[in-house]
């Protein structure tokens, strides 16, 4: 399966902005999907993740409360909508699909490209 992100961009601290990850190439709704952030130098972090039918939700402790994961399986596409940005959020946020929910990058089998979120303070 193939995973397009997008919906990254500059906004201030404060603001809102909702990501997109597009499947292509294969049966979505067979996948568990997650959102994952990276910043130069750094691992990569867990940010939320999905279950394939959307009834089990999982979030890091960072985002709880501020960002929400969900899933439409008609559209083939994840979403994850972040809200009272911060600029400690800004990083490269990437989607992936894997067989299971899952808070561990390892677990997930394919990635999308990334999308670059900024947030200025």
């Known amino acids: 399966v193939q995973l397009q992100a997008s919906g990254g961009g500059l906004v201030q601290a404060g603001d809102s902005l909702r990501l997109s990850c597009a499947a292509s190439?294969?049966?979505?709704?067979?996948?568990?999907m997650g959102w994952f952030r990276q910043t130069p130098g750094k691992a990569r972090e867990f940010v939320a993740a999905i279950s394939r039918t959307g009834g089990v939700t999982y979030y890091g402790d960072s985002v709880k409360g501020r960002f929400s994961i969900s899933r439409d399986n008609a559209k083939n596409t994840v979403y994850l909508q972040m809200n009272s940005l911060k600029p400690e959020d800004a990083a490269v946020y990437y989607c992936?699909?894997?067989?299971?929910?899952?808070?561990?990058?390892?677990?997930?089998?394919?990635w999308g490209q990334g999308t670059q979120v900024t947030v200025s303070s």
């Open positions: 992936a699909a894997g067989s299971v929910v899952a808070l561990r990058s390892d677990r997930y089998d394919y």
């Open positions: 190439g294969g049966t979505f709704s067979v996948y568990a």
